[in-house]
């Protein structure tokens, strides 16, 4: 089967991310946006690895997986300070730096 | 149609089915399953891929780690509802049929210009070679992402950790 099939489901993906990223108010949900974001782009390295026959596209996925924990761990750190600090998780709210 | 186009598309409409959900849903653990739903899917189809490998670690540190530490947050912080915001008349009647057109016209471009290529065969033992590379070729950045997730551990720990005086402060409120 060809592998445009995985490609365009992959677009797909990184689209709906774009999308949640853009229109959720939500902090946390808008991290979700963006490892899904991250989620398509892996199925991209994936797919080019095995149209190439070459395996350094999983090992580069191997090095996202690893990146996307570590930022998760900080990014939801950072939720965590935001919320204690706003008593709000709504991105409207947090507008500091905004002139 | 081939068993595995059979099974592509089922996992493809769960995947897409998911991402949708996670952004329709308002409560934020709904969308965290959605998602959980979404990497589970996409371990199926990196299996179909035959990349054994990244679909188990897909599972474990994807839906098994993060996702974990995503719904512990929402728990903790009783992140409710997401609040209705009205959104302005340009967002609805221009910019969400812009977003769809985009996602057609990104999906149906990728797919052309990549129409040509197909599968090449998987030699046998192709985890035995991927570690093979990560170990030799990509030995250094392996170590550098141990530093890395090092550097995250205390990040989070210095950010989450309670600043002095604070729960005083909240008492006397």
């Known amino acids: ?99 | 149609m081939t068993p595995q186009l059979v099974i592509f598309l089922i996992l493809a409409a769960i995947t897409v089915a998911g991402a949708v959900s996670v952004i329709l849903q308002r409560e934020p653990i709904h969308s965290a399953i959605s998602l959980i739903t979404v990497m589970i899917a996409l371990a199926g189809l990196f299996l179909l891929l035959e990349s054994e490998f990244i679909a188990a670690v897909q599972i474990i540190v994807y839906a098994g780690a993060i996702m974990v530490l995503f719904v512990f947050v929402i728990m903790l912080l009783n992140a409710g509802a997401e609040e209705r915001t009205n959104m302005s008349s340009m967002a609805r009647y221009v910019g969400v049929p812009l977003a769809i057109f985009l996602l057609i016209e990104l999906a149906y471009q990728v797919g052309a210009a990549t129409s040509s290529m197909t599968a090449q065969p998987v030699a046998e033992g192709a985890t035995r070679a991927l570690s093979m590379l990560l170990f030799q070729d990509f030995v250094f950045p392996f170590e550098l992402t141990s530093i890395l997730i090092l550097i995250a551990i205390l990040g989070a720990l210095v950010l989450a950790q309670r600043s002095e005086g604070a729960p005083a402060q909240r008492a006397q409120q």
């Open chain 1, 1 to 99: 089967m060809p592998i445009s099939y995985y490609l365009a489901l992959s677009a797909v993906l990184f689209g709906l991310g774009v999308i949640g990223f853009v229109f959720k108010r939500n902090i946390i949900t808008i991290f979700m946006s963006i490892e899904l974001m991250l989620n398509a782009v892996n199925l991209a390295f994936i797919a080019f690895a095995r149209a190439l026959g070459q395996l350094q596209g999983q090992v580069f996925v191997f090095f996202v997986i690893v990146v996307a924990a570590a930022e998760a761990a900080v990014g939801l750190a950072i939720v965590i300070v935001i919320a204690r600090n706003r008593q709000s998780l709504n991105v409207e709210r947090i507008n500091l730096l905004k002139l």
